[in-house]
């Protein structure tokens, strides 16, 4: 009989040596590059565009406007990069979650303790960036800038659980070409992170609302920003946990059949 109660937590110890070793291999792709995305699009382009808070979502200037909008930006893609290849890795190549269950964890234990991993990366490296903008004026108040980095975890879990389904249900590598090309990539472009999703064409903009990260950016600005509207937010927040309910139904159901077979 399966235990009732998550044995999850008795890999924390896997996971903090996983992270010990590779820590210095994600400081750039984790914390420098975004810095270098929000300079350069925010301080220095930001610099030749007006900031105008009707046309900017209720940002002052362009830096405020795109400085949420690339904190959950890097929520997604560092989900994406945690848990397309390294999946793969466990299921095919290392085959490391077949030794995991065949302790007395499970599946669910092995979802939920690499799910918490993803979130915890999230919430640090998100913390990180928070810490390094705020100076730059960016965020109207200081509870604003807390609830915008709790918004990071509820992202992950969003993004984590659907993108950890795909990859277990994925037979081989070669569909994440098209996962990043298709997915991550068009949302990291066109779901308001850059721009308000509202100068885009209609129908690509009502396209654009029904992305999660679309959903992610708007309710991490509106807090930034000190516009907030509640009935919108609990949208938001409504969308995103389904979502993650959803992709934890399914990575359980697909992750289950790969490791029984």
Request: aromatic share 14%; proline share 5%; charged share 10%.
């Amino acid at each position: 009989m399966a235990p009732t109660r998550s044995l999850a937590p008795r890999m924390t110890d896997y996971w903090w040596t996983v992270y010990k070793r590779t820590w210095k291999g994600t400081v750039v792709s984790s914390f420098v590059t975004p810095l270098l995305y929000v300079l350069a699009m925010g301080v220095l382009l930001g610099g030749f565009i007006q900031g105008d808070p009707d046309r900017l979502e209720g940002a002052t200037t362009y830096l405020a406007f795109v400085v949420p909008g690339m904190l959950a930006a890097q929520s997604m893609q560092l989900v994406f990069g945690e848990l397309t290849y390294p999946v793969m890795s466990g299921v095919k190549w290392h085959r490391t979650y077949f030794a995991m269950v065949a302790t007395p964890l499970g599946v669910r234990d092995v979802v939920q303790s690499q799910v918490g991993f993803v979130v915890f990366r999230v919430a640090l490296t998100s913390a990180v960036f928070c810490l390094v903008v705020a100076p730059f004026g960016v965020f109207a108040t200081w509870w604003g800038a807390v609830l915008a980095w709790l918004v990071q975890l509820l992202v992950a879990l969003a993004f984590a659980t659907p993108v950890f389904a795909l990859s277990s249900y994925l037979k081989d590598e070669s569909g994440f070409s098209l996962v990043f090309r298709l997915g991550m990539i068009p949302m990291f472009l066109f779901s308001g992170a850059f721009f308000p999703v509202g100068n885009l064409d209609p129908a690509l903009a009502a396209l654009a609302r029904l992305t999660p990260l679309w959903h992610g950016v708007d309710l991490t600005r509106m807090l930034t920003v000190d516009r907030f509207d509640p009935v919108l937010a609990l949208v938001h927040v409504v969308y995103l946990v389904v979502l993650a309910g959803v992709g934890y139904v399914l990575v359980l159901r697909f992750l289950g059949r790969r490791l029984a077979s």
